[in-house]
């Protein structure tokens, strides 16, 4: 009797944690995550996503996080292999298997292409959360003035709210050609990219125009004084209303002493890269494109791209072949 009874009570546990886990999966559930914001609202209670204090960020306009607490709290569950850095995330039926640095996901042994690929920020692994909220049968809304992503489920799948949602911003935004040209051979080399590929353009326009005694490069000259001081930002003459449109900037400049000339920093110090792809280009004579190591150091969570340099005259063809390797 007491063997019976035993099997009995086991029995009935088994059924409610497996009631309590369909619930959980079942459940309606909205979660509301914030680029740069270390907390999440769970239906209407706020909690911290970790206990590390990471925030979402946002890659390639896609927003990346530590999944294990928003995976939970959807119902799923999260495993990490050490030896192969994969993980394995579990809702349901469905399960998604990523790998650190790899594009290439599976979904239920299905391969899929990722825009971004998980990896590694300080120390925790950042991953996609639309990707894995949509392969589990969420929905993913998207308030761009608030860069707020919310996932959300409902017991009916096929409710109206879910049908309503804002969609999370997609790749291949819009794309900005920004450039500095004091001679027009940087002009020159921007104009062939806008007109390729149907760019919108943005000229660097000092706010005190460089004369040609400027860039007399063989005197104490403005341009030289200026690339020496690494504090010197030259103010510019007008700004980009709406940057948030742009998802990719191609950006030129002439080589000045090995470097970009330091109102190039100005520019980049103006606006918010973060989860914005830029690819440099240059022209010179013959000086190499150079690090953009100081570039990318004012440009937290931007993407940079290898630059290319062109001498003054190059022509379209040669431009278009360079930015038709891209793969843009």
């Known amino acids: 009797m007491k063997k019976v009874l035993s099997v009995f009570m086991i029995l009935c546990m088994i059924l409610t944690v497996c009631r309590a886990a369909v619930f959980a999966a079942d459940a309606d559930i909205t979660i509301m995550l914030q680029i ?3 907390n999440m609202t769970v239906n209407g209670a706020e909690k911290a996503i970790d206990e590390q204090g990471t925030a979402p960020v946002l890659i390639n306009d896609r927003t990346l996080l530590p999944v294990r607490a928003v995976v939970e709290e959807m119902g799923g569950s999260v495993e990490w292999v050490e030896d192969t850095q994969t993980v394995i995330l579990a809702y349901g039926s469905d399960t998604i298997t990523l790998q650190i640095d790899n594009p290439t996901a599976y979904l239920n042994d ?4 990722l825009d971004t690929a998980p990896m590694i920020i300080g120390d925790r692994t950042m991953m996609p959360i639309r990707f894995i909220a949509e392969s589990f049968g969420f929905n993913v809304g998207w308030d761009d003035a608030t860069q707020t992503a919310t996932v959300s489920k409902a017991e009916d799948s096929s409710s109206s709210s879910a049908a309503t949602a804002t969609p999370a911003p997609e790749a291949g935004g819009k794309t900005l050609v920004a ?3 004091c001679t027009n051979n ?14 919108d353009a943005y000229e660097i326009v000092p706010e005190v125009p460089y004369t040609e005694a400027d860039l007399d490069y063989n005197s104490d000259c403005r341009a030289n004084r200026e690339q020496n001081d690494d504090t010197a ?11 948030a449109q742009y998802d990719t900037i ?13 109102i190039i920093f100005t520019f980049l110090e103006s606006y918010d890269f ?22 990318q150091s004012v440009t937290p969570g931007a993407n940079w791209l290898d630059g290319h340099r062109f001498s003054g005259g190059s022509s379209s063809d040669v431009v278009m072949e360079w930015v038709n390797g891209l793969g843009l």
């Open 36 to 38: 740069g914001n270390p």
């Open 110 to 113: 299905e391969a899929k292409t």
């Open 179 to 181: 450039y500095f040209s």
């Open 186 to 199: 940087t002009a020159g080399i921007a104009k062939h990219i806008i007109d390729g590929i149907g760019a």
């Open 233 to 243: 930002r030259p103010a510019i003459n007008g700004s980009i209303e709406n940057m």
């Open 250 to 262: 191609f950006l030129g400049y002439p080589i000045w002493w090995g470097n970009a000339p330091k």
């Open 274 to 295: 973060a989860g914005k792809t830029i690819i440099p280009f240059c022209t010179s004579g013959s000086s190499p494109i150079g690090s953009t190591a100081a570039m």
